[in-house]
């Protein structure tokens, strides 16, 4: 899905990042297998977790995720609109939040291009890369640097590569694979059904 050649990209008269709206359009929903790589300033290691992404947008436009995170520890990310849940249960807890500007996920970029260039300014592009930053100042992200890659199921281009670079010298490093692009994605997948014995941490 991802291995494609450069000369794909010119023979369209379409900027990358238009194309990419128009994908956007055609996603009702998605499914991927991510990892996620985050090196630390001034250290020598870094540290891998990987999981899965659902993401659902139904008819009123009103978009829903989840991020599941199995390794190193269980964790799982719901956003429904604006507001943020994340599960951990081993703590038995869950806290609400606010979704915010940035949120040192990609969140945004599953969210459409209107959002996108609300919060961007799309500074570089080429065939495949797009480089953001953010137009907020204070902002704990300093850029994004998005690579693009055909999505044959609805004949468009989509991400599949994320390196979040932060203020304080963190970078974060997401690769998506198998995506599964409108095979449908059940309410009650992207929705937490909190268990009585958890504990609720509000703050919103």
Do not use: C
């Not at 008819?59 to 991020?67: D, G, L, Q, V």
């Not at 198998?178 to 992207?190: A, C, E, F, H």
Request: glycine share 6%.
């Amino acid at each position: 899905l991802f291995l494609f050649p450069s000369s794909a990209f010119a023979e369209s008269s379409k900027k990358p990042i238009q194309i990419l709206h128009e994908t956007y359009e055609k996603i009702n929903s998605l499914e991927a297998e991510f990892t996620q790589t985050v090196t630390f300033e001034g250290f020598d290691s870094s540290s891998e977790s990987n999981g899965k992404v659902f993401f659902k947008k139904d008819k009123t436009a009103s978009r829903k995720m989840r991020w599941d995170y199995a390794k190193p520890s269980l964790q799982q990310i719901y956003i429904d609109g604006e507001t943020l849940m994340q599960y951990t249960p081993q703590n038995q807890q869950v806290i609400r939040s606010v979704l915010g500007k940035q949120t040192g996920l990609p969140i945004d970029l599953f969210m459409g291009m209107e959002k996108l260039e609300q919060i961007f300014s799309i500074l570089q592009e080429s065939d495949h890369l797009l480089i953001l930053k953010p137009k907020k100042k204070g902002s704990s992200v300093i850029e994004m640097r998005v690579t693009l890659a055909p999505a044959p199921k609805v004949g468009g281009l989509f991400f599949q590569k994320v390196q979040i670079q932060e203020e304080n010298g963190n970078r974060s490093d997401f690769i998506f694979k198998k995506l599964k692009i409108n095979k449908g994605v059940s309410d009650s997948t992207v929705s937490l059904k909190i268990p009585e014995d958890v504990e609720v941490i509000d703050l919103k």
